[in-house]
């Protein structure tokens, strides 16, 4: 009897033992939690490497303002080498500094070799893609808009703002029309390979705009042409006939509205007759530099002017690469703005030689410094321009820097092909900015110095712990 | 605690303070006279320099971001092999019903063997100076993520070490003691690798358990309250279970 209540004590001492245990655990676990909810951070790190820009908050606390839900997705990296950790290393904690100022951004990062169905469910085939969805739009960022390769061959993250940039624009989610002109000799919206404007329209896609042709004369079914009026800009790509005189006119009445236009070309090409009233010409010859991309003579390596479009290159320090351009020149006028975004540096010259390799010829070939690519704003008093809103024009003498094979080379190829529609269509409020890549700080080495650290840390700590040890054993012998 | 002396032959009563401290004093002289500790640091610090040289060779970066997390898995497997003879050898030995009746307080018992296990990591923290030596030599390393990085290695430690001691506290066996410290901290830290793998709903469960994901802010330059607190939060849950579990002894 006595041994069933000794037993039976034991029992009711265990449960109340058990109960307040887990009592106390769920305590701290409660704890914890709201610590975790309501946490102080201090980035003392020099670099201030987790703190993020001020318009990444802005879109961060825009999101908890609009209460849409807004969810990104990363997928890891290709597992080729110490690549893979460093770049899922950088996008983790991106993610991780959104997903602690706001409960409003679901995170996930996805093992894309692990995890298909995801991949699959969302449409993605390539590694390192991340998605941002918000109630009516996605927008898909390439692990190559994230990263760039730095001196060292090694890669540098760049994707906060692109990151910020694309959850912005499933925030908003407001289409921009913009069409491609046709019917001239242009690149075509469907044309594929290095040459082709595949990445270029989607890099326009996922930034919110809606890429189709437009062909006027067609269009039009008999009527006198006109710009349709959802249109956020027009973009001539490659011309190489002349527009009709009615597409002239349906031009200049566009553009006489406050209308938007990109004109790129290649030395040669069509250019229309619209933009003499606005005093751009090209000129005849290619444009050429003493410092040119390797082994390629006639890609010159530009500088940037100073403009809305161009700051994030500049601020980035990455170049946009041309290839084989014409030269453009405006004339001033009043009632307008005129900024070349990519020029030659005073020593660069307009080519109208053959010679192999080319040099400036006095007489000859025209004097630098020459532009490649202008922008221009006009508006009243501009005789060409009748209402009140902003005309905006940007002429290129070349088209290989919109092309794949020139956005894929050129570390600043995609940001300024964005940059210049978006800057068009007027969506300017903080353009796409390439940025300063965060700073790895890096060790200098050399080969012998590596081999006295392997010595160091891999054998003479350890020994040195073996011979204390020993020490200690040889004086306690004995005892 | 194992041996002739201990707190019950200090002559007068100490206060909470004394003990605890008479008690970490006592565990390490233990520690650094037999062979254990020197072991204990000359493998760590081995694998230690291994994964410093692998992350300076493989990233030429100067930081210890690579090394600290790969030290702390090191430590998950490393600092079981210290903690668990703490109580299991005194279950073994007889000694823990000796300790149970002297004039210490269990708590200080078991703060004093915790602060022992706490203080040797330390002198394996500090001995991984060199590491940062080296990074300021031939680099120029930001000194913030560095401290940063030493303080999320020192919560580890602290965190470690409790579940380490809770348990000892289990059995009289010191390898199963130490396998079992292993087997209770890997899903802590292999959690959040494996959420992925599972439903979406548990994946804030599993990255909220997991120390991976609260060592992040610290290996970034981030002092973080939010991890501070749950790596606290940790330290404190498994001491407390150390204590309940000694004291269960008095009823079992």
Redesign the interface.
């Given at each position: 009897m006595s041994e069933r209540v000794h037993w039976k004590r034991r029992l009711l001492t265990g449960a109340n033992a058990a109960i307040v245990s887990v009592f106390v655990v769920a305590i701290v676990v409660v704890a914890v939690d709201l610590a975790g909810r309501y946490r102080l951070r201090w980035d003392v790190s020099a670099d201030g490497l987790s703190t993020l820009r001020p318009e990444t908050e802005a879109v961060i606390e825009a999101v908890g303002r609009a209460d849409k839900a807004v969810k990104i997705t990363a997928f890891s990296a290709q597992q080729k080498g110490d690549e893979a950790w460093v770049k899922d290393r950088a996008v983790r904690d991106l993610l991780r500094e959104i997903a602690l100022r706001t409960d409003a951004i679901e995170i996930q990062f996805v093992d894309f070799d692990a995890d298909r169905l995801t991949a699959e469910r969302l449409g993605v085939s390539r590694y390192g893609t991340v998605v941002v969805e918000g109630p009516d739009d996605r927008v898909d960022i390439s692990d190559r808009d994230l990263f760039r390769r730095n001196k060292e061959k090694g890669w540098d993250f760049v994707g906060e703002p692109v990151v910020a940039r694309a959850v912005h624009q499933v925030l908003t989610s407001s289409r921009r029309v913009v069409y491609l002109l046709q019917g001239h000799g242009e690149r075509t919206v469907d044309a594929t390979g290095p040459r082709g404007l595949g990445a270029w329209i989607g890099l326009l896609e996922n930034h919110g705009f809606e890429v189709s042709p437009l062909d006027l004369l067609r269009d039009a079914e008999g009527a006198a042409p006109a710009i349709p009026e959802d249109t956020h800009a027009v973009l001539i790509v490659g011309a190489t006939a002349p527009l009709a005189p009615v597409e002239e006119e349906a031009l200049v009445e566009y553009l006489g509205r406050g209308g938007r236009l990109g004109v790129f070309i290649d030395p040669g090409g069509s250019f229309p007759r619209a933009l003499d009233l606005f005093g751009v010409r090209t000129q005849a010859g290619v444009v050429f530099d003493t410092v040119a991309v390797f082994p390629h003579e006639d890609r010159p390596v530009l500088r940037y002017g100073a403009h809305p479009v161009t700051e994030g290159l500049v601020e980035g320090n990455v170049t946009t690469m041309v290839a084989h351009a014409a030269p453009v020149d405006v004339a001033a006028a009043e009632g307008m703005v005129v900024t070349p975004l990519l020029a030659t540096s005073r020593r660069g010259w307009i080519e109208r030689g053959t010679e192999r390799p080319a040099v400036y010829v006095e007489g000859e070939d025209g004097p630098g410094p020459a532009s490649v690519v202008v922008a221009l704003e006009a508006t009243p008093p501009h005789p060409k321009v009748n209402a009140g809103r902003v005309t905006r024009v940007v002429v290129s003498g070349d088209t290989d820097l919109l092309t794949e094979e020139l956005i894929g080379d050129g570390p600043g190829n995609s940001t300024f092909a964005v940059n210049v529609v978006r800057w068009l269509t007027g969506d300017d409020d903080g353009l796409w900015r390439v940025g300063r890549p965060p700073g790895v700080r890096r060790l200098a080495l050399s080969v012998g110095q590596l081999r006295l650290v392997q010595w160091v840390v891999l054998a003479g700590l350890p020994l040195l712990a073996v011979l204390a040890g020993a020490v200690v054993w040889w004086g306690r012998r004995g005892r | 605690m194992t041996g002739s002396s201990g707190p019950a032959s200090m002559g007068r009563a100490p206060g909470f303070v004394g003990a605890t401290l008479a008690v970490t004093r006592k565990e390490l002289r233990v520690y650094?006279?037999s062979?254990m500790?020197?072991?204990f640091?000359?493998?760590f610090?081995?694998l230690?320099?291994?994964f410093?040289?692998l992350g300076?060779?493989?990233?030429?970066?100067?930081?210890l971001r690579?090394t600290m997390s790969n030290l702390a898995v090191a430590l998950i497997f490393c600092l079981p092999l210290v903690t668990m003879r703490s109580f299991a050898e005194e279950q073994k030995a007889g000694t823990l019903e000796l300790l149970m009746t002297a004039p210490v307080p269990l708590g200080a018992l078991i703060l004093g063997k915790w602060l022992a296990v706490l203080a040797l990591c330390g002198v394996l923290v500090g001995?991984t100076g060199?590491?940062a030596g080296?990074?300021a030599l031939?680099?120029?390393?930001?000194?913030?993520?560095l401290?940063?990085s030493y303080l999320g290695l020192v919560v580890c430690c602290a965190a470690f070490s409790a579940a380490g001691l809770f348990t000892s506290t289990l059995t009289r066996d010191q390898m199963v003691a130490g396998v079992g410290a292993i087997l209770l901290l890997l899903p802590f830290w292999l959690s959040s690798t494996v959420s992925?793998?599972l439903p979406?709903w548990a994946?804030p469960v599993l990255d909220?358990v997991s120390f991976l994901?609260h060592l992040?802010?610290f290996a970034?330059?981030?002092?973080?309250?939010?991890?501070l607190?749950?790596f606290?939060?940790f330290t404190?849950?498994f001491l407390?279970?150390t204590w309940?579990s000694i004291?269960?002894r008095r009823?079992?």
């Open positions: - | 650094f006279l062979p500790a020197y072991v640091l000359a493998s610090l081995f230690g320099g291994l410093f040289y300076v060779a493989l990233t030429g970066e100067a930081s690579a001995a060199v590491y080296i990074l031939y680099g120029d390393p930001d000194p913030g993520v401290l940063t992925s793998y979406a994946a909220w994901e992040r802010s970034r330059g981030v002092i973080d309250t939010g991890d607190a749950w606290l939060g404190g849950v407390f279970l309940r004291e269960s009823w079992r």
